[in-house]
T-cell receptor
Framework: EDQVTQSPEALRLQEGESSSLNCSYTVSGLRGLFWYRQDPGKGPEFLFTLYSAGEEKEKERLKATLTKKESFLHITAPKPEDSATYLC??????????????FGQGTILTVHP | GAVVSQHPSWVICKSGTSVKIECRSLDFQATTMFWYRQFPKQSLMLMAT?????????EQGVEKDKFLINHASLTLSTLTVTSAHPEDSSFYIC?????????????FGNGTRLTVT
């Protein structure tokens, strides 16, 4: 069974204090790993897709990396508006539905001014 | 801007009644849409795959007679929660891939908060 574990569950940072969020996964053949941002009461907002180990993607203060067992979301010099829940999800190869993503529990990030 | 639109954003209904939730793809055609559910402090879980012009595919453990899905056009899928009970209270979110391809990212609507009293 595919599994995604995110850590930490919650992270509190001061504005400008860089850090990383972890996503460990077990999947029977990775088709893609996805990072989303979710604000309270909203649906997830797509951030990145990573397909193979060694791949990196960047967007503003965020950088996502991928190994064969885990992915990291690095946040550089965060701002209060980066506060949200960050979700990691994997899509397994050979799944019955290409829309079936296995999500982690998320990391709740709070950035204080 | 938004890729997928969902309506209503929240609804309160009495136990035993039915509730319909709409999901629309904006500026693209979605032959397939996906319905997820998120319980408080839990992960999103796929409920069903909605296929335009054919029957929906339900994940194991999801009652197809309770969660009726209709995908009548290339831009609209609806989820009807029939005979709702308090345990159906949850956050329902639809999603679609802009190019309907495997491993393309899913874009999610803003969700519908259902509360059954």
């Amino acid at each position: 069974e595919d599994q995604v574990t995110q850590s930490p569950e919650a992270l509190r940072l001061q504005e400008g204090e860089s850090s990383s969020l972890n996503c460990s996964y077990t999947v029977s053949g990775l088709r893609g790993l996805f990072w989303y941002r979710q604000d309270p009461g909203k649906g997830p907002e797509f951030l990145f897709t990573l397909y193979s180990a060694g791949e990196e993607k960047e967007k503003e203060r965020l950088k996502a990396t991928l190994t064969k067992k885990e992915s990291f979301l690095h946040i550089t010099a965060p701002k209060p508006e980066d506060s949200a829940t960050y979700l990691c999800a994997v899509q397994a190869a050979g799944g019955t539905s290409y829309g079936k993503l296995t999500f982690g529990q998320g990391t709740i990030l709070t950035v204080h001014p | 801007g938004a890729v997928v639109s969902q309506h209503p954003s929240w609804v309160i209904c009495k136990s035993g009644t039915s509730v319909k939730i709409e999901c629309r793809s904006l500026d693209f055609q979605a032959t397939t849409m996906f319905w997820y559910r998120q319980f408080p402090k839990q992960s999103l879980m796929l409920m069903a795959t909605s296929n335009e012009g054919s029957k929906a595919t339900y994940e194991q453990g999801v009652e197809k007679d309770k969660f009726l899905i209709n995908h009548a056009s290339l831009t609209l899928s609806t989820l009807t929660v029939t005979s709702a009970h308090p345990e159906d209270s949850s956050f329902y979110i639809c999603s679609a891939s802009r190019d309907n391809r495997i491993n393309s990212p899913l874009h999610f609507g803003n969700g519908t908060r259902l509360t059954v009293t």
